[in-house]
């Protein structure tokens, strides 16, 4: 079965077919770095990781790129209104806006390692990329549809035949007209038009010279500017949140298919929002979980939920089916989780058996990643295959191959977490799969009662340079030494 991808602007599903499937261009919206990813962020983000995955297991190259907004506005609103938030919370803290960016910058990072994620290939910054955002305002300009006065420059929407259909919004109905605000937008026609550029007030760190004066770009030129200058003016999948569709993506489409007559990116996926407990997550609900709230679950054993447990409970759902945390629903996907990767652990220390089953299982396990990234569909097959009397290395490599895609450490408890253990630590890079099989190999020697054997692989591990801590007869974690 070839990928199909569901097309959030078209709303179908569509054959994939990349310009280039040896470097296909991905565009991610990346985080505002002036706060902690919640659940919900990292559900989004994990969208690009999932596509990058499927698509390399699949046999295409990659090349994505994921942007971070570090001059501190992610809602067009709160920026308009001078609301920068990276200021604000940098001030609160004593620190300047430039420090508080690069903390959770740094802080982005560190999650995506702990949630497996493939890193992208770059992660533009926009305060790096100004002279870029302001050579596409020019280019707006010299098309006729910037306005403004007194350093506040506008995009006409009008003036791009169709704006509104890829959102399906109409102009001055509904959300976009429910934004207006008379004081902040005196210089504005009508209140879908968006800020390109704001005069800077007094105090602000980030700010630039243009010939509009010192000022600073509006958010959905910053994308656009970003995404052209890495993946050029067409490209081939753009992804983000679905609360982005209006007015981020529609915004940025306009920009770039106005300034180069190119139609940006082919296909467009959106990841559903995450409710927890059925409700927004909010700072004032007290819900906007982060890992690290994950991790301090009270759970029985004292040990919270892994970076792999909350990726393995968003494998239980499609990417476009909106999802309802629950600790509940945590604990039970963590549980479902312990015992797939039990059940292959079992499965491989048996005598080979199942290579006929093998076959029908992978193509069933490809026809469900290739079905618009169905990832419940491929942990069934999963499931399916544990049951069918898959034994010794067609479990084994049925493990490895799988969990290049769902990465929740199919074959090892160890696996995942261990990999989080290491990076907590300041490690930027993984446990090594030749530490990680000593240590599986260690536990199955153990297991066996061969303890001679088994101190002998805690050896050539320790001379590889990482530790394994045990937990009963399994290794819980490694860490570096
Ligand atoms: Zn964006």
């Known amino acids: 079965m070839a990928l199909s991808l569901y097309d959030s602007a078209s709303r179908g599903n569509v054959p994939f077919e990349p310009a280039d499937p040896a ?15 919640h659940i919900g962020n990292l559900r989004t983000y994990l969208l690009t990781d999932l596509l990058v995955r499927t698509l390399r297991f699949l046999g295409y190259g990659t090349f994505a790129v994921q942007n971070i907004t570090d001059m501190g506005h992610m809602h067009q609103e709160q920026l308009e209104a001078g609301e920068d938030k990276v200021v604000a919370a940098a001030r609160a803290a004593g620190k300047s806006a430039r420090e508080i960016a690069a903390f959770f910058t740094e802080a982005f990072f560190r999650d995506g390692r702990h949630m497996a994620f493939f890193p992208a290939d770059v992660y533009p910054r926009a305060s790096e990329h100004v002279p870029e955002m302001i050579a596409l305002v020019s280019a707006l300009e010299e098309r006729g549809v910037v306005y403004g006065e007194g350093g506040y420059l506008y995009f006409d929407v009008t003036k791009t035949p169709g704006y509104g259909v890829f959102s399906g919004t109409v102009l001055g109905e509904g959300e976009a007209a429910e934004r ?43 994308c656009a500017a970003m995404a052209i200058k ?53 700072k004032s609900a007290g819900n906007e979980y982060t890992l690290d709230d994950l991790a301090a679950a009270p759970r029985p054993g004292g040990k919270g939920f892994s970076p792999a447990d909350f990726r393995h409970y968003c494998l239980t759902l499609h990417y476009s089916s909106p999802m309802n945390f629950t600790w509940e629903g945590q ?72 969990d290049a895609v769902l990465a929740v450490g199919l074959l090892s408890e160890a696996g995942a977490e261990s990999e989080a253990a290491v990076v907590g630590e300041g490690e930027p890079a993984g446990v090594p799969d030749a530490v990680a099989a000593l240590a599986r190999q260690r536990d199955a020697l153990r297991a066996a009662g061969d303890y001679s054997g088994a101190d002998a692989l805690r ?16 290794t819980s974690r490694i860490v570096k030494r």
């Open 230 to 282: 890495y993946l050029g003016p067409e490209f081939d999948v753009h992804v983000g949140g679905v609360d982005l569709r209006f007015p981020h993506h529609e915004n940025s489409r306009a920009v770039v298919m106005t300034a180069t007559g190119k139609r940006f990116a082919a296909v467009w996926m959106h990841a559903a929002h995450l409710l927890v407990d059925g409700k927004k997550m909010s």
């Open 180 to 222: 207006t605000d008379e004081g902040i937008h005196r210089h504005k026609k009508r209140p879908e038009d968006f800020t390109l550029w704001l005069p800077a007030e007094a105090g602000r760190e980030f700010q630039w010279e243009s010939r509009w004066g010192r000022g600073w770009p509006g958010w959905h030129i910053e």
């Open 459 to 474: 050896e050539r591990i320790r001379a590889a340079g990482y530790e394994v801590i045990d937990k009963g007869k399994e």
């Open 331 to 402: 604990e039970a996907a963590a549980r479902a989780r312990s015992r797939l990767q039990a059940a292959f652990r079992r499965a491989a220390l048996r005598g080979t058996s199942g290579g006929n089953a093998a076959a029908a299982l992978r193509t069933e396990f490809l026809d469900a990643i290739s079905d618009s990234l169905n990832m419940p569909r491929a942990l069934a097959v999963a499931h399916k295959a544990v049951r069918s009397g898959i034994g010794g290395d067609v479990a084994r490599s049925l493990a490895e191959e799988w």
């Open 23 to 37: 470097r296909v261009r991905i565009y991610t919206c990346g985080p505002t770095v002036y706060r902690y990813a």
